[in-house]
């Protein structure tokens, strides 16, 4: 079962001590994190935050990771300014905070986020990714948006998502074996979903023992039990970027 006393409980874990090697920008009427590979390149990555919002350090540590390998990456503040949330706040009040953040009402943002890719950028093939929160809104824009060449839903939480499952481009979803907010009857019911309906490719994985943010908020030097399979993960998103971008 779902703690229901924390509606998406993200225990944000170790919070890395990150600098991030890109640098903040105004993009339209919001603000990013963005950083570019050495060499010239016309493929990017918009990275969604989770809710703990766009300056989390560990979110910019897995944006230079995707620079490293080649794709200008971009991390918007999908918030649009208003605060992220904070571990200090009160749980009962997620929904109400919530409200004025919906994953699915973020397609104004992505869109002056994809024209200043393609303006400034050069960029031709993009994909994006996203965590928790983000991960439901990378469920979102793969239903809406056909310039997405692949995404990857990083325990995107699924009571956040639409009930479609007709995705336009190829999505992989990486799940945590006991993660709270996403009880694995939950994920088992949007595998058959994607079945039925998703006509892309399309893969659903579920690392074992892992728990929530295990991607992006364990530090592996710290959690040696869990390294692999941190490191696992991380290979597979880049793996299916490089696929399908």
Request: hydrophobic residues 35%; negative net charge.
């Amino acid at each position: 079962m779902a703690n229901e006393e924390k509606p998406c409980p993200c225990d944000i874990g170790d919070k890395f001590e990150y600098e991030g090697h890109g640098q903040e920008i105004s993009v339209g009427h919001i603000k990013a994190y963005i950083n570019k590979p050495s060499h010239s390149t016309d493929k990017a990555v918009i990275v969604i935050h989770d809710i703990f919002g766009w300056q989390l350090p560990n979110t910019r540590y897995i944006a230079d990771m995707l620079a490293s390998h080649g794709y200008t990456a971009i991390c918007p503040d999908f918030y649009k300014g208003q605060e992220a949330w904070k571990l200090s706040n009160d749980w009962s009040a997620f929904d109400d905070w919530l409200k004025t953040r919906d994953s699915k009402n973020i397609n104004k943002e992505t869109d002056v986020v994809l024209q200043y890719l393609k303006e400034q950028c050069n960029a031709k093939k993009i994909g994006v990714i996203g965590f928790c929160w983000g991960g439901a809104a990378v469920h979102h824009l793969m239903l809406k948006y056909s310039i997405f060449k692949a995404g990857v839903s990083i325990y995107g939480v699924i009571k956040f998502t639409e009930d479609s499952c007709n995705l336009m481009n190829p999505t992989f979803f990486i799940f945590a074996e006991k993660d709270e907010v996403i009880p694995l009857d939950q994920v088992t019911a949007l595998e058959q979903k994607l079945k039925q309906q998703c006509k892309v490719d399309h893969e659903v994985k579920i690392y074992p023992g892992q728990t929530h943010g295990f991607v992006h908020r364990k530090r592996e030097d710290i959690n040696p039990q869990d390294r692999p399979y941190i490191e696992e993960a991380r290979k597979d998103m880049l793996n299916w970027l490089s696929r399908y971008i």
